[in-house]
C-alpha cells in the first residue's frame, strides 16, 4: 500500500456552522470567559440532556470533575471510589484534592464499574470506618454503565455519585441521557471527542444554585465587591467565548456525528464477522445505546495467532492509528499503592484489546484502506 495520509484514531470533525458563532464573539467583541456564545451553549446542552439539567460550561471535562468531588464535599482524607479501566483523568482530580481513589473493577457486559464489586467495596469501606465520600462511574468509549443498579447501590449507601460521561455524549440509557443520572455529570469537548470546542468541558447540575457555585469556583471564586475579594480558593477553569461558539456550531452536527459512529462500528462488526477470536464490542441489549465514540476489538490470541501489538503495529506501516485500551488506574504507577477491589477483567480488557480509527469524518476510501490492512494479518 502507498504511503497516504495519516487515519487518525478520531480527528476533529468541523460540521461548517462554527465560523457563524466565532465571528459573531469577534464583531461583538467577546473574547473572553463571558458573552452570548457560552450561554448559548449551556442552554443548547441542557435542551439536549432535558431532565431539567443545569450545565456549566468549563475548560476541561477534568475540570469538570474536580469541580464535582468540590461540590459533593471531598476533602482531604476522603475516599472516594472511582472506575479502574478509565483514562487517568477520571482518578486525578481526586488526588487534587487530597483524596484517596479505592478503584473498583468492571464488568463484562458493558466494560464500565461493576456493581457488584462496587456494593462490596463500599461494605468493606465502611467496615473499616472509611466511609466512601463519592463515586465516579465512566461510560466509557460511550457504553452506558449500569447505571441503574449503580444509582441504586449510591443511594442505599448515601454516596455522591459523579457520572463521567466524557465519552458519552449522545449515549443513552433506556432512552435517558447519560450525564443525567447522578448528583452530578461531567462532559468533555476534547478534540477527539464526538464534539469539540477545541479542549473543554461541561458540568451536569441537577439545580441552578449548584450551577452558579461551579461557574463562582471556576472564575476564582470573586466575591462580588468593587475590589477582588476572595473567601474561598477559587480555579480557572471557564471555557472560552471563541470556544462555546466552535461548541455552538458542533452542537448543529451532534446527532449526524453520533450516527457517523454508529455505522464505523457496523463496519468493523461486518468485518471481523467470520473471524473467530476477535470481538467488536458492542451494546449487551437493546436498553443500552452507545454513540461508539470508539469502536474497540477483543483479540484472542491463541484463537487468532495474532496479538493486538501485531495487529495495532501492521496498521501503523500502513499509516493507520490504533491504540490498546485504557491501562487501568491499578496498573499505573503513580496509583501503584491503592486499592484495588479487582474481579480480573480490565486487566484482561488491557492485554486483549485495540481501538480502531473511529472518527465521524472516517471516508469511504479510509474505511477500505483500514480493511486492506487488517487483511493482510487477519488472512
Not at 23 to 39: D, E, M, R, V, Y
Not at 144 to 153: G, L, M, Q, R
Not at 253 to 266: S, W
Not at 278 to 284: D, G, L, N, Q, W
Amino acid at each position: 500500500m502507498p504511503n497516504m495520509n495519516k487515519i487518525w484514531l478520531s480527528s476533529p470533525h468541523m460540521g461548517g456552522g462554527e465560523q457563524k458563532y466565532i465571528k459573531k464573539a469577534f464583531q461583538g467583541n467577546w473574547i473572553s470567559t463571558i458573552g452570548p456564545n457560552l450561554n448559548g451553549f449551556e442552554k443548547d446542552l441542557e435542551i439536549y440532556l432535558g431532565e431539567q439539567k443545569k450545565v456549566a460550561a468549563l475548560s476541561s471535562g477534568t475540570a469538570a470533575i474536580h469541580l464535582a468531588l468540590l461540590l459533593s464535599g471531598v476533602t482531604k482524607g476522603d475516599d472516594v471510589i472511582c472506575q479502574s479501566f478509565t483514562f487517568s483523568a477520571s482518578a486525578n482530580p481526586i488526588v487534587y484534592q487530597g483524596a484517596t481513589p479505592v478503584f473498583v473493577d468492571s464488568e463484562q457486559d458493558t466494560w464500565n464499574m461493576c456493581p457488584i464489586q462496587l456494593e462490596k467495596t463500599i461494605k468493606d469501606r465502611v467496615a473499616k470506618g472509611k466511609k466512601p465520600k463519592a463515586i465516579i462511574v465512566v461510560h466509557l468509549y460511550g457504553m452506558p454503565a449500569k447505571i441503574e443498579e449503580i444509582v441504586t447501590i449510591a443511594k442505599k449507601y448515601e454516596v455522591k455519585l459523579i457520572e463521567d460521561a466524557a465519552e458519552a455524549l449522545g449515549s443513552t440509557y433506556k432512552g435517558r441521557q447519560c450525564g443525567t443520572f447522578g448528583d452530578y455529570g461531567v462532559l468533555s469537548f476534547n478534540g477527539n471527542k464526538i464534539i469539540t470546542t477545541s479542549g473543554g468541558g461541561a458540568l451536569i447540575c441537577g439545580s441552578q444554585e449548584d450551577k452558579d457555585r461551579a461557574v463562582f469556583l471556576a472564575s476564582q471564586a470573586k466575591e462580588k465587591a468593587v475590589h477582588y475579594q476572595h473567601k474561598v480558593i477559587g480555579y480557572n477553569y471557564g471555557l472560552s467565548n471563541i470556544g462555546a461558539g466552535i461548541g455552538r456550531g458542533q452542537m448543529e452536527v451532534l446527532d449526524k456525528h453520533i450516527q457517523l459512529r454508529k455505522d464505523n462500528n457496523t463496519f468493523y462488526r461486518e468485518l471481523f464477522d467470520n473471524v473467530n477470536g476477535v470481538s467488536v464490542f458492542r451494546e449487551p441489549n437493546a436498553v443500552f445505546s452507545s454513540n461508539h465514540w470508539l469502536s474497540c476489538i477483543l483479540i484472542s490470541e491463541e484463537i487468532t495467532g495474532f496479538s493486538k501489538e501485531k495487529l495495532r503495529l501492521s496498521l501503523l506501516a500502513d499509516n493507520i492509528e490504533s491504540r490498546p485500551l485504557w491501562k487501568p488506574m491499578h496498573l499505573q504507577p503513580v496509583f501503584k499503592s491503592l486499592e484495588f477491589y479487582n474481579n480480573g477483567f480490565s486487566g484482561r480488557l488491557f492485554t486483549s484489546g485495540l481501538c480502531l480509527p473511529s472518527g465521524s469524518n472516517l471516508n469511504g476510501s479510509e474505511k477500505q484502506r483500514i480493511k486492506e490492512s487488517l487483511r493482510k494479518v487477519l488472512h
